[in-house]
């Protein structure tokens, strides 16, 4: 059968919403997300569709810089499982992103997902950095000692917490990446200026950390920090979810073993992910 591959319409987000919407034991953020992404003018639905034009395929591709392109909720119809959509829809994707001038395509997946490892490695795609996330119900009776609370950075901090940042394991092993809810894409000075300017940077002696308001979450961006202070930037992080009202704290940081560790003595549940690249 000849694949065809187009452009999502608004006629077919009803459709694509009946087969994804139970994709994991706790369902699929694809249906809630679809008209989200379909009035995105950084980023595309594409779709494999059958003869009668009924979409049995999808995967969204979004432009999250000038040279960064994200593929991601790639999903095929459980009853064309291994029919080659997939591995077309992200043929599809990497060339809308690099017809916009990406250099670098990135995705990710859980670590233990080898299935899926498995088909994006034989795409071409390479492992660049394993990363934590981790989950926490926010205690909002949480109070940290007064030495490890956070204060809002001032602009004049932001050249301090980059060069940090910039030479510190964290920031080697994260390649450099920061996240935007689950898509990652390279850091830049402007991304902590920004965040000083909107509140969103702070900072304790134990480190900085950057922040984005995901409704009810609170959710970090980036982090700055060592294995030895890590602990208590994270105290400052739960006191600062309580103080703020927040429902859940979710904290991203690069997979090192120390980080990790520091996490789940936290009290945190974590889950591993692998983002990978390729070049375009």
Excluded at 1 to 28: H, Q, Y
Excluded at 96 to 104: D, E, K, N, Y
Excluded at 117 to 124: F, P
Excluded at 234 to 256: C, F, N, R, S, Y
Aim: hydrophobic residues 45%; contains cysteine.
């Amino acid at each position: 059968m000849d694949l065809v591959v187009r452009s999502a319409r608004s006629d077919d987000l009803a459709s694509i919403s009946t087969w994804t919407k139970d994709t994991f034991e706790w369902g699929d953020y694809v249906p809630e997300r679809l008209p989200q992404w379909m009035d995105d003018p950084e980023s595309e639905i594409l779709v494999c569709v059958d003869a009668a034009d009924v979409p049995l395929a999808i995967v969204h591709v979004r432009m999250l810089a000038t040279t960064e392109g994200w593929l991601e909720a790639a999903r095929v119809h459980p009853d064309h499982k291994r029919s080659g959509m997939g591995t077309a829809l992200n043929h599809a994707g990497v060339e809308w992103a690099r017809s916009r001038g990406a250099r670098v395509v990135r995705l990710a997946t859980e670590t233990g997902n080898l299935a899926a490892r498995k088909q994006v490695e034989k795409l071409g795609y390479r492992a660049g950095s394993s990363w934590v996330t981790a989950f926490m119900e926010a205690d909002r009776s949480f109070r940290a000692e007064i030495a490890a609370r956070l204060a809002k950075s001032a602009s004049i901090d932001v050249d301090s917490a980059w060069m940090f940042w910039s030479t510190s394991e964290l920031g080697g092993a994260g390649r450099s990446l920061l996240s935007e809810g689950w898509q990652w894409r390279e850091a830049r000075v402007d991304d902590l200026t920004a965040a000083a300017r909107d509140d969103r940077l702070f900072q304790s002696p134990a480190g900085w950390v950057m922040f984005r308001s995901d409704g009810s979450d609170l959710e970090t961006m980036w982090l700055a920090s060592s294995p030895e202070d890590l602990p208590r930037l994270l105290e400052g992080i739960k006191d600062l979810a309580a103080t703020q009202g927040a429902d859940q704290l979710v904290v991203k940081v690069p997979g090192l073993d120390w980080a990790s560790e520091a996490l789940r003595r936290a009290q945190f549940s974590v889950s591993d992910i692998l983002v990978y690249y390729k070049g375009v």
